[in-house]
Each structure stands twice: as structure tokens, then as C-alpha cells.
């Protein structure tokens, strides 16, 4: 029984023993936690010395300056706890989220804010909670521009924005997630504008395949017209006691008609062009390869300019009669780009200067250039020239009636590359220009 019965003098022992326990411990916890202060001490100092570069500034200072760059930044700036609530955001945060009061919004969970915004991707898909940048972060993921997509959310006030989206986790230096940061920069305007431009590129696509196609029709009947007459003009004769000046009148008019039908190809050759770019617009034109002759495709586009533009001189090199220079190609398209760097070179150099077209075979390729003595073009215009609608500034037309869109080089562009071909020209300013292209030979 005395074994389990202790007796006064037994329990006055113990307690003294458990006296001095607790003493002992409460001087462990002591040291500990002395040894806890030092070290956190060592740590901020560490810390100080790290982040100042003018290591004697105040520790608060900097903190002053951190303070003020959070606060202006002009991206919306967020830090989250890991439990997803917001810690501390910034100015630009709560205005672009339309916030009006802060705590209450920082203290809600991560869920609720994001019903509330009701986060989705540029596309307008409503993204998954484990997708949520907030959330990506909080699990250890760096975000950047190109590991996640731009985000749509309603603000507070009922605004649809989109934002581009940066973020990092927030480590401790075991490497634990202690938090994470987000950054939102707003990219709705920027969006806006360019859903615009789409927009009034597509529009500005349906005018001008619209316009074509609605202005070739009556061409078509005009040069018809044109063509009858002059046929019925030409059969006529002086009937008998008619005016003496029959045959002047008849001339005049006969000259009349033909400067009409000059006019109409010009106008015909624009809404072809027109018809081209909206067709290379829309991916439809179409190409009908066949092996067909270089040689002859050259000579006769040079015959046609030589006929339509007798006072101007065009000399062809390299291209006998007889020459023929077998190529897989569409040969009216061939044609195009050729007559279209004579017209250019005819265009802009003087009356009195001569144009120079050269063939010349190179391992399997064919190349056919057409140089003129114009002005010449620095480099950075021989680059732009080939855009759609582009016009050289200070160019202009010094030799006969032709118009300027700006189409031609870059329809000469697009069938060349068609063509698995290579276009090009070379210049020097005040000396003239070469445009070249190269076909592969058949
Ligand atoms: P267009 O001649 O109808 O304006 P192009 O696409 O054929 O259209 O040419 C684009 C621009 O390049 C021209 O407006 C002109 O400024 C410039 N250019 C074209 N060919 C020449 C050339 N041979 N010499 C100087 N400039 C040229």
C-alpha cells in the first residue's frame, strides 16, 4: 500500500523538482528566443545591406522609396497571403478594379473575388480556379506574357477589361511559398484599337473586291462601245455631194474614239489591279501554271510597251528571236510583272532616257531585270515599296499619263512568291533603279 499512498514529504520533493524544470525551460525559452531576436537582427541587417545600394541609408528611407513606387506605378500591383486574400495592393489595383472599399474586398476568399470579376481568357473562355493567375502563383508558377494568356474580368463598376498578366510566388529563404504578387497592366484600349483596324481592314477588303468587280462591268460595255464604232467609222465613206472635209471629220472622230479607248485601258489596267489585291486579300488568286517560254513572255511585253509608247526607247538584251527559255509559270502573270516594271520604269524616268531589259541564266534560275535612269531609291524605300498601297514621297510621274496607287510592285510581289521566285531591286540614289526577279528554270 505504501507504494502507491506518497506521503507529504514525497510530494513536497516533486513539486520542488518540477520547480526547478519549469525554471530551466523558462531560461531555455530565454535563450531561444534571444537567439531568435539576434538572428532576425542579422537577417535585416543582411537584408539592408543587400537592397541599399548607398549602404548608410536609413532602413526606413528605403522603405519610403519602396513605398512611393508601389504606389505610382501605374500597373495594378496585388500581394496575396497564401491563403489568396489580398495583403496589400496598390492605388492603381483598386481603380482599375472599380474597388470602393478595399477591406472589405481584400478580406473576401479567393473564390468569391473571382465570381465576382469573373475571370476568362482573351478569347472570352471563363477560366478554371486552378487557373487563375492568383492561384498559379500561390503554387510556386513564375507568370509571363508568353505562359499565360491576356485576361478578361468585370471590374467592381461593371467595366469589361482586359489585361496582360505578370506574377511570381513569394518565398521565404527555405523556399516556401510565402505569398505571391501580381501585376495587371491594362490592355483594353490597346485591344479596342486593334479589333478597329481588323475591322476596318476587312471593310476597307469587301469595298474594294465590291468597287472592282461593280466598275468592271460597265467598262466592259463602254469598250465595246468604243470598239463598234470605231469599226462602223472605218467603213464609212464620202457619200455622194457630202461636205468636202468628210474625210477630216472622219479622222478627228476616229482620233477621238482611239483617245478614248486609251483611257478606258488605263482604267481597266487600275480595276484590274484593284480586283488583283482584293483577290491576294481574300487568298484567291489563282495561278494557271503551264511550261511556258520566258523569252517570248519578255518579248512581247516589251513589243506592247514599244507600241503603246513608240517615243520611248526600250532596248532588249540577251534575248535573241530565237532565244527560248523554258519555265513552269502562268504566263499572263509573268507578263504582268514584267509590264508592270516597264510602265514603272517608263513612269518615272525622263522622256529622253532609254530603259534597259536583260535576261540572264543563272545555274537554274532565269533572271529578268529592267533598269532605268530615274531618281533611284535609297534603301529603306527599296524595302517599302513592295506594301500594299505604298508610294515613295518625292517620286513622281515624269513621263506620260499614268496614275499612281501604289498596287502595281505589290501584286509583282505577290505572283513572284507564288511562283517560288525571288524579287528584288537595286538602286542608286540619282543614277536609276533595277527591278529583277528569278524564276526557277523548268
Ligand atoms: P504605282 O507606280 O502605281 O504607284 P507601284 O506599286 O508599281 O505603284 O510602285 C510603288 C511606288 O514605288 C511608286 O509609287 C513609286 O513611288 C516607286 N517606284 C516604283 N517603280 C519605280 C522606279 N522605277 N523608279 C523610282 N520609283 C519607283
Known amino acids: 500500500m505504501s507504494g502507491s499512498v506518497r506521503t507529504d514529504q514525497e510530494l513536497l520533493n516533486e513539486l520542488a523538482m518540477l520547480r526547478t524544470r519549469v525554471t530551466e525551460l523558462e531560461q531555455e525559452r530565454e535563450q531561444a528566443l534571444a537567439h531568435g531576436q539576434q538572428k532576425l537582427e542579422r537577417l535585416q541587417q543582411d537584408q539592408v545591406a543587400h537592397t541599399a545600394e548607398d549602404k548608410d541609408a536609413p532602413v526606413y528611407e528605403r522603405l519610403v522609396v519602396l513605398e512611393a513606387i508601389f504606389e505610382t506605378i501605374k500597373d495594378a500591383l496585388a500581394v496575396y497571403a497564401p491563403s489568396g486574400k489580398i495583403v496589400r495592393a496598390n492605388r492603381a489595383f483598386y481603380q482599375l478594379m472599380g474597388i470602393e472599399h478595399p477591406l472589405e474586398y481584400d478580406n473576401q476568399s479567393l473564390q468569391e473575388r473571382g465570381q465576382l ?29 508568353e505562359n499565360a494568356p491576356d485576361i478578361t474580368f468585370f471590374t467592381m463598376d461593371g467595366r469589361e477589361i482586359q489585361a496582360d498578366i505578370t506574377g511570381a510566388p513569394l518565398r521565404d529563404s527555405y523556399g516556401n511559398v510565402i505569398g505571391a504578387v501580381i501585376v495587371l497592366h491594362d490592355i483594353t484600349q490597346r485591344k479596342r484599337l486593334e479589333m478597329r483596324y481588323v475591322e476596318d481592314n476587312r471593310r476597307m477588303d469587301e469595298f474594294l473586291s465590291i468597287a472592282s468587280h461593280e466598275l468592271r462591268t460597265p467598262m466592259t460595255t463602254i469598250n465595246g462601245n468604243i470598239q463598234l464604232a470605231m469599226r462602223r467609222v472605218r467603213g464609212l465613206s464620202r457619200p455622194e455631194g457630202g461636205p468636202p472635209d468628210y474625210e477630216d471629220k472622219l479622222a478627228l472622230i476616229q482620233e477621238l474614239l482611239s483617245r478614248a479607248e486609251r483611257q478606258v485601258r488605263i482604267q481597266n489596267r487600275l480595276v484590274s489591279d484593284l480586283l488583283d489585291v482584293s483577290r491576294i486579300q481574300a487568298n484567291r488568286l489563282e495561278l494557271n501554271i503551264a511550261e511556258c517560254d520566258l523569252a517570248a513572255i519578255t518579248r512581247e511585253a516589251v513589243e506592247d510597251q514599244r507600241f503603246s509608247v513608240p517615243r520611248r526607247t526600250i532596248l532588249l538584251h540577251n534575248v535573241s528571236p530565237e532565244l527560248s527559255i523554258p519555265i513552269q509559270a502562268d504566263a499572263d502573270r509573268i507578263g ?71 498596287l502595281g510592285l505589290y501584286i509583282c510581289h505577290t505572283i513572284i512568291e507564288l511562283h517560288n521566285g525571288q524579287i528584288g531591286v537595286d538602286s542608286t540614289v540619282g543614277e536609276g533603279s533595277t527591278f529583277w526577279f528569278m524564276l526557277p528554270l523548268a
Open 117 to 145: 470579376v469573373r475571370l476568362s481568357d482573351e478569347h472570352g473562355v471563363p477560366l478554371p480556379e486552378e487557373l487563375w493567375p492568383a492561384r498559379r502563383a500561390l503554387r510556386g508558377e513564375v507568370i509571363t506574357s
Open 336 to 406: 504582268q510583272v514584267i509590264t508592270n516594271f516597264l510602265t514603272n520604269a517608263l513612269k518615272y524616268s525622263d522622256e529622253d532616257t532609254t530603259v534597259d531589259v536583260d535576261i540572264q541564266l543563272q545555274d537554274t534560275y532565269a533572271r529578268v531585270s529592267v533598269h532605268d535612269k530615274g531618281p533611284g531609291l535609297p534603301e529603306d524605300e527599296r524595302k517599302r515599296l513592295w506594301e500594299r498601297f505604298y508610294r515613295v514621297p518625292g517620286i513622281r510621274i515624269r513621263s506620260g499619263s499614268g496614275m499612281s496607287l501604289g
